[in-house]
């Protein structure tokens, strides 16, 4: 597609359960960037990828997140046991990698009850 | 880790007046970037900064890559309805592995 692309949009999950956040990326983009957005906050780097490959996991907030890319395309990131600390929206970025620019999707919102 | 600061924090004008807004940081960035952020969708990229120096225009949207690399501002001239939001400054340092640094954002608010 021409631009990022996440699904699902909206998540309204139970406290305790794990949720699954899809990236899209823009084809050709090599590097795949994940952040968090708190309400009203500007946005918090969660980790990066060049080709399927994540060279620093050190920005995940704890080790219930994870992520994946696969194909040097669509990358998940998985949170297992949500806890309502987890709320937030969560964005994905395409970019070429180094100090270029990165290009954003909408957002999963995530809702933590 | 790094910090941006951003300000205003927010802004409240009259439309056709012209905005400006600034990020500065304790340390150097090879790129700056400034993105636009409205309700419920992901940042637009507006300019992108590449050269300590730099002034770049977008239409109404001038932003410049400060001389130390620690500073950047963005300025909107003769704002119209559609430019309320939230603004972003962002910065990129050490081949882009460590992500962007945001700064807070600045809200545009414009008062009809």
């Known amino acids: 597609g021409a631009g990022v692309s996440q699904s699902p949009s909206n998540k309204v999950t139970e406290k305790g359960k794990d949720v699954e956040l899809r990236c899209d990326p823009i084809?050709?983009?090599?590097?795949l960037y994940w952040y968090r957005q708190s309400l009203g906050q500007g946005l918090e780097f969660l980790i990066y990828?060049?080709?399927?490959?994540?060279?620093?996991k050190s920005g995940l907030p704890s080790d219930r997140f994870s992520a994946e890319r696969t194909g040097g395309s669509v990358s998940t990131l998985t949170i297992q046991r949500t806890q309502q600390e987890d709320s937030a929206v969560y964005l994905c970025?395409?970019?070429?990698?180094?100090?270029?620019?990165?290009?954003f999707g909408p957002g999963t919102r995530l809702t933590v009850t | 880790g790094q910090q941006l600061n951003q300000s205003p924090q927010s802004m409240f004008i009259q439309e056709g007046e012209d905005v400006s807004m600034n990020c500065t940081s304790s340390?150097?960035?090879?790129?700056w970037l400034w993105y636009k952020q409205d309700p419920g969708e992901g940042p637009v990229l507006l300019i992108a900064l590449y050269k300590a120096g730099e002034l770049t225009s977008n239409g109404r949207l001038t932003a410049q890559f400060g001389i130390t690399r620690k500073d950047s501002f963005l300025n909107i001239s003769a704002s119209i309805p559609s430019d309320v939001g939230i603004y972003f400054c962002?910065?990129?340092?050490?081949?882009?592995?460590?992500?962007?640094?945001f700064g807070k954002g600045t809200h545009l608010i414009i008062q009809p």
């Open positions: 084809s050709g983009h090599t590097a």
């Open positions: 340390s150097i960035f090879n790129t």
């Open positions: 990828f060049q080709g399927n490959s994540a060279p620093d």
């Open positions: 970025a395409a970019g070429w990698g180094g100090d270029y620019e990165q290009y």
């Open positions: 962002a910065g990129s340092s050490g081949g882009g592995a460590d992500g962007l640094t």
